[in-house]
């Protein structure tokens, strides 16, 4: 599983306050992922990162921040969580050894209430 | 912007019945991915095609790349309990990014 935590694993949150999603990697990849996940919307990308401190916007990143200051960590941010926000966020990152091979992480259930 | 879409959303199948599901990009790809998703878990790569008219089979699944690099298809023969699950497309959307297709949710009934 390219070796890919996340934590917590399952969190209900109340809205307006800020809530961090923690994704660690153990295998010194240099690209990594956030992408939600909802019912009709399938996966869409919220930021990636390409390196310590280089990361972007995906399709849907209004409303989230994230950073990296490790290689093996990258932290995804809901500044003051909405209900909108309820979702299951997926870390991701590319087996650089295996090309474009997609691995995903456990998952985690975010409830906003 | 880029969008990638599945078709159908659901499906239901009785068992040995066989199944397709169809991924639709906005744009050319130069690759496709498909993923597996189980309930409850995460996506997991089954297949990437990256030739024009490209048809791979792993056992009963069958994948086709479309001939203009804008369409794919997962046909599944006889399908069985374990199909059951979330079918992804994927295509890159920019160096080392990304797209997926909304999913096609897979249902067998025994």
């Known amino acids: 599983d390219a070796g890919i935590t996340q934590s917590p694993r399952h969190k209900v949150t109340e809205t307006g306050t800020p809530v961090t999603l923690r994704c660690h990697q153990t295998?010194?990849?240099?690209?990594m992922y956030w992408y939600r996940q909802d019912p009709g919307h399938g996966l869409r990308l919220i930021h990636y990162?390409?390196?310590?401190?280089?990361?972007d916007k995906g399709e849907v990143s209004d409303g989230y921040s994230v950073s990296r200051s490790k290689t093996e960590d990258f932290l995804l941010t809901l500044e003051s969580a909405t209900s909108s926000q309820t979702s299951v966020y997926f870390c991701a990152i590319i087996g650089d050894s295996s090309g474009n091979t997609i691995y995903f992480g456990e998952g985690s259930w975010l409830t906003v209430v | 912007g880029q969008q990638v879409m599945q078709i159908p959303q659901y499906q239901h199948v009785q068992e040995g019945e066989d199944f397709t599901t169809y991924c639709n990009s906005s744009t050319t790809l130069s690759n496709i991915q498909w993923y597996k998703q189980r309930p409850g878990g995460h996506p997991v790569f089954l297949i990437q095609l990256v030739k024009s008219g490209e048809v791979k089979k792993q056992k009963r699944l069958t994948f086709q790349f479309g001939e203009a690099k804008k369409n794919s298809s997962l046909h599944i023969t006889a399908t069985q309990t374990t199909d059951v699950g979330t079918y992804f497309c994927?295509?890159?959307?920019?160096?080392?990014?990304?797209?997926f297709g909304t999913g096609t949710r897979l249902k067998v009934l025994a």
């Open positions: 990162s390409y390196g310590v401190k280089d990361t």
């Open positions: 295998e010194n990849h240099r690209y």
């Open positions: 994927a295509g890159p959307s920019g160096t080392y990014k990304y797209i």
